[in-house]
């Protein structure tokens, strides 16, 4: 049984716009953070990728059958982004173009089988342990925009200087080298299992520092906002701080309590 603590969720800008969600049933909790667009293509007229695959994935776990695997659970979202992109024509476009995709990621914990299922670039502390799944290109990505930003490069430029890379190792490999739902095979290899007993928290990676509780989770990051707000110190990342916005991504965040019978 689960004991749901505390949750908290917040836009890096507004929450009409965030692409983070959070989703609580008797028999799953969830964190999903919805990846931010690479390109100008939507398949919604009415937001950005990211969002809509977030949208489509709390629906699909908000149904979803009580003992569902992670292996279903993979499958049966696939399947429904699939679906979608064939409704709307693209199914073939969408194969050939992995930045143009609807993507996220997930992290879910089952009250069911007592697992916490890491699909994509997320991160959680499960009993005690902290685990995360971040993408493998990622930190060297993040390091050529410091050194831009660092040499003088302003990181509005910094940014644009790096998309190029972050989507030629969405072509090479998403799916392929690691895991996103993204209505392809989910790259199974890439998703993290982990057994739960006592205590579960799950989080977006939209925390640099992730801690046991949510108000030192949230002083850590706003430490991280006021001394480095654009990420190219301790911390580094492929973004930072866009003038108008309250962090350099979205957030969501979900600890609980658990009483599992052996």
Same mark, same amino acid.
């Given at each position: ?5 505390? @949750?908290?969720? !917040?836009? !890096?800008? $507004?929450?009409?716009? =965030? /692409? ?5 049933? %008797? ?5 999903? $953070?919805?990846?931010?667009?690479? @390109?100008?293509? =939507?398949?919604?007229? *009415? ?7 977030? *949208? ?12 569902? @695997?992670? /292996? ?5 979202? @696939?399947?429904?982004?699939? $679906? ?18 609807? =993507? ?16 994509? $670039? ?5 009993? &005690?342990?902290?685990? +995360? ?18 040499? &003088?490069?302003?990181? #509005? /430029? ?5 998309? %190029? ?23 199974? %290899?890439?998703?993290? #299992?982990? %057994?739960?007993?006592?205590?579960? #928290?799950?989080?977006?990676? &939209? ?7 949510? =108000? ?22 492929? !973004? ?9 991504? +979205? ?8 009483? #599992?019978?052996?």
């Amino acid at each position: 049984m689960m004991n749901i603590v505390e @949750t908290f969720i !917040k836009g !890096k800008r $507004d929450a009409a716009h =965030c /692409e983070d969600g959070i989703v609580l049933t %008797p028999h799953y909790a969830a964190v999903i $953070d919805g990846s931010t667009s690479k @390109t100008p293509f =939507c398949l919604s007229p *009415t937001m950005r990728n990211g969002r809509y695959a977030m *949208t489509l994935i709390s629906e699909y776990i908000g149904a979803m059958p009580y003992n569902a @695997t992670c /292996e279903e659970f993979c499958k049966g979202i @696939t399947q429904v982004i699939a $679906d979608e992109y064939r409704r709307a024509g693209v199914h073939d476009r969408m194969e050939a173009h992995p930045e143009e995709r609807l =993507c996220a990621s997930a992290i879910v914990y089952s009250d069911v089988r007592h697992e916490v299922w890491m699909v994509g $670039d997320c991160q959680a502390i499960v009993d &005690g342990a902290f685990y +995360d799944n971040a993408k493998p290109y990622e930190q060297d990505i993040a390091r050529r925009r410091a050194a831009l930003i660092l040499s &003088g490069m302003p990181p #509005v /430029e910094a940014r644009r200087a790096i998309e %190029p890379l972050l989507i030629a190792a969405m072509r090479e490999g998403q799916n392929r080298e690691y895991a996103v739902i993204d209505g392809t095979t989910v790259y199974m %290899p890439g998703v993290i #299992v982990v %057994p739960a007993a006592h205590s579960v #928290v799950l989080a977006s990676d &939209g925390y640099p520092v992730l801690l046991p509780t949510l =108000c030192e989770s949230e002083a850590a990051l706003a430490r991280q906002i006021e001394r480095d707000p654009q990420n190219v110190s301790e911390f580094i990342a492929t !973004k930072g701080i866009v003038e108008g916005n309250c962090s350099f991504d +979205d957030r969501a965040y979900i600890r609980l309590r658990l009483s #599992v019978s052996e």
